[in-house]
């Protein structure tokens, strides 16, 4: 029979419930699943990822020879009757735990195209290699840091009625940095189609490098290929004034590859000055438009080329590492767009950016209704301001492969699917997508679960270099 205090007890316990929140009370329904343990598991297989895929199916190995089931794998008797897999996506505002997964795997991949490594020999560190930035033109006077933004002694102003200078002094995190001085003086035209384009750009600036190489020691151009081989890895990044900047590493090899060494006439002299020709030369030109005309799109003015020190320097990590932390970055933890498509014109209004990405927005929606721009698809890239690329692209024999990095930890963590078919071993998968996601308790559990590792690792790090740096002192 219950008690006084039976019954205050259950009140206390029922006011505790509706205080906790909807997460709060999902994650104590887990929690008291039967399944709970095999389910965490799971979760902490994927490294806490934020929107895991869930799979459906099975896998059966089988002896190619007697048809005798070596293994047999069915998520019949998994939680939920499905399997969860990491989204494996790049952007850390979508998912930290697989984007410090991806910026670990660019890194890598990256460092292996500087100092060797997976499949990659050690003699590509003593080949010509050059770190270049490729800048995007000006479009119009923006806010800048600095002792003065834009000191004028003419306090002139431009048609519109505003100053043409600024004498403040902005800090890195003032909002006013990258925002046109006068919003119809600048042209966002040119932009947007500068965006759209800048792929285009980049393979006429490779081209031309190319062929300013062979044009330098009197070859043809049809035979560059047979004497030498440019290989690089870029990544694009969007500057304060949201247009973007292109980085890249150009590395020089013999016509087979990194296996190869270049010929005698390949030097960083001669790659150095066909980039800085190139750079200045290459132009792309839009389609005409009754609107706008024909647009000549270039690279901007600002050039930076770096040779990278010959060895295992201190150049070639911090190139890495510079590479690998902005392909984690998605376009609003830029302030340049946002990481989510727009479907309506609408959509742009209620997007939480300043009014000058806005307008690239917009701007970019007004073109893409235009039939000449139309296979430049601007509206659905509006959100990323008209820019289509890639954040990371590489040419084939630059290093290794994202595929081939996942393949290699795969193997090493144990999993058949990571590992290559054995001959003799026949293996049958029969699988399906079924959902993706968690639900409001389960993404808080896993985003404790990423926070944990990220903790571990770091930790991890600290005592392997006080450890290294012990040892250095005792030498």
Avoid at 110 to 115: F, I, K, Q
Avoid at 208 to 229: I, K, M, P, T, Y
Wanted: a positive charge; hydrophobic letters at 35%; charged letters at 25%.
């Amino acid at each position: 029979m219950y008690t006084q205090a039976d019954r205050r007890a259950v009140l206390d316990r029922a006011a505790r419930l509706r205080q906790l929140s909807e997460a709060d009370r999902d994650a104590i329904r887990l929690a008291q699943d039967p399944q709970f343990p095999r389910w965490l598991d799971q979760v902490a297989a994927t490294g806490g990822c934020a929107h895991p895929v869930h799979l459906s199916g099975s896998t059966t190995t089988l002896d190619a020879t007697t048809g005798e089931v070596l293994h047999h794998y069915d998520t019949r008797n998994e939680p939920g009757e499905r399997l969860l897999v990491r989204c494996r996506n790049r952007r850390a505002t979508v998912c930290p735990a697989c984007s410090r997964l991806h910026a670990g795997d660019t890194f890598h991949l990256v460092r292996a195209g500087l100092l060797g490594g997976k499949n990659v020999p050690a003699t590509v560190r003593h080949r010509p290699r050059l770190f270049v930035t490729l800048t995007a033109p000006s479009f119009g006077p923006v806010h800048r840091t600095g002792e003065q933004c834009r000191p004028r002694r003419d306090r002139g102003v431009c048609e519109h009625g505003r100053p043409l200078g600024c004498g403040a002094m902005h800090g890195l995190d003032d909002a006013a940095v990258g925002r046109p001085l006068c919003a119809e003086c600048y042209d966002y035209t040119g932009h947007a189609l500068w965006h759209a384009h800048a792929s285009k750009l980049w393979d006429r600036f490779v081209i031309d490098v190319r062929r300013r190489l062979a044009s330098s020691v009197g070859l043809v151009q049809s035979r560059f290929a047979e004497h030498a081989r440019l290989s690089f890895a870029r990544v694009a990044e969007y500057q304060k004034r949201a247009a973007v900047h292109v980085h890249t590493i150009v590395r020089l090899d013999g016509p087979a590859g990194p296996t190869h060494e270049p010929p005698a006439w390949g030097t960083a002299d001669r790659l150095t000055d066909a980039v800085r020709a190139s750079a200045r030369r290459v132009q792309v030109r839009t389609p005409y438009s009754p609107a706008v005309g024909e647009v000549v799109l270039r690279w901007g003015a600002q050039l930076d080329v770096r040779r990278l020190s010959v060895g295992d320097g201190p150049d070639d990590d911090a190139v890495a590492a510079y590479v690998a932390k902005y392909v984690t970055k998605g376009a609003s933890e830029t302030g340049a767009g946002t990481d989510h498509p727009l479907t309506t014109w609408h959509d742009i209004g209620m997007v939480p950016v300043s009014e000058h990405i806005r307008t690239l927005m917009r701007t970019c929606w007004r073109l893409g209704g235009l039939y000449e721009y139309e296979h430049l698809r601007l509206r659905a890239w509006a959100h990323t301001l008209g820019y289509r690329g890639h954040i990371l692209t590489k040419s084939r024999a630059y290093s290794t492969t994202y595929a081939a990095l996942r393949a290699e930890r795969a193997h090493h963590m144990g999993h058949a699917d990571g590992q290559d078919d054995i001959p003799t071993q026949v293996t049958d998968r029969h699988w399906r997508y079924v959902g993706s996601g968690h639900t409001p308790g389960a993404a808080l559990i896993a985003a404790g679960i990423a926070d944990d590792l990220a903790e571990s690792r770091r930790l991890g790090a600290e005592a392997k270099q006080e450890g290294s740096g012990a040892y250095n002192r005792a030498s």
